[in-house]
């Protein structure tokens, strides 16, 4: 298996903007889905050094969708990027931990009644419920991306938390985990974690990636999970 960073830069870089506009200018690939949406950014792939006339095009494209200029790259990319993202104006805005996981070797199976959804739309409110006010409309986009699988977790036959999984270049990207008031610390997202990277691997994933907040709670939860920090992905937007 090759670095599981590289893998994870390319892999994230070829899923992004499914779903929506999505031009690639060098090693950027940025995607555009509707006014004031989060997705609204572009990721590195890693493959090549970031140029200037890169960031250009992107920038150009970011105007005319009204959207600021946002980019996401893994730490490996940041050292030879950051002097052009400088002197462009663009400063860093936020940090997540990545984490992978092999998937050869796997967690036990959940022991919660963890289940595939096939309702979008309903998917989406109850993960709303989990991330708070303002969040369905992000969330019913993530619900429609072409390729994502969605997933409930249940306790005593109600929700209690959601998540979502999707495959590219056999990598097993995991995010869209949120747990509902009132279900939380019922082991919702260590069962949303285990089933999600057992259906990764029954569908030939090779490796399991996600995205963390530095010491948050669902941190803890992924590292129990087995997963291991790999890198950093810093976000950076250019000040308007």
Do not use: K
């Not at 400063?91 to 022991?111: C, E, G, K, M, S």
């Amino acid at each position: 298996m090759s670095d599981p960073a590289t893998r994870l830069a390319h892999a994230e870089a070829a899923a992004h903007g499914r779903g929506g506009t999505r031009e690639r200018f060098g090693p950027l690939v940025a995607a555009y889905h509707g006014p004031d949406l989060p997705l609204n950014s572009a990721w590195h792939d890693g493959s090549a050094p970031l140029t200037e006339a890169d960031l250009l095009a992107f920038e150009a494209f970011s105007t005319a969708h009204g959207a600021p200029a946002t980019l996401h790259l893994l730490a490996p990319s940041v050292n030879e990027a950051l002097p052009l993202l400088t002197a462009r104006g663009y400063a860093l805005t936020y940090v997540l931990h990545a984490y992978t996981h092999d998937l050869r070797d796997l967690p036990p199976a959940p022991t919660l009644d963890v289940r595939r959804s096939d309702d979008p739309d309903g998917w989406a409110a109850h993960s709303a419920l989990g991330f708070g006010p303002g969040s369905e409309p992000i969330m019913r986009v993530v619900a429609h991306l072409p390729g994502t699988q969605l997933y409930q977790a249940h306790v005593d036959g109600q929700v209690a938390g959601t998540a979502a999984l999707g495959l590219t270049e056999g990598v097993a990207a995991l995010f869209g985990t949120s747990t509902l008031p009132g279900r939380r610390g019922l082991g919702a997202q260590t069962a949303l974690l285990a089933a999600r990277l057992h259906a990764a691997h029954a569908q030939g994933a090779e490796l399991a990636s996600v995205f963390a907040t530095p010491g948050s709670a669902s941190e803890r939860n992924i590292r129990r999970a087995g997963f291991r920090l790999t890198t950093l992905r810093l976000t950076f937007t250019r000040n308007s």
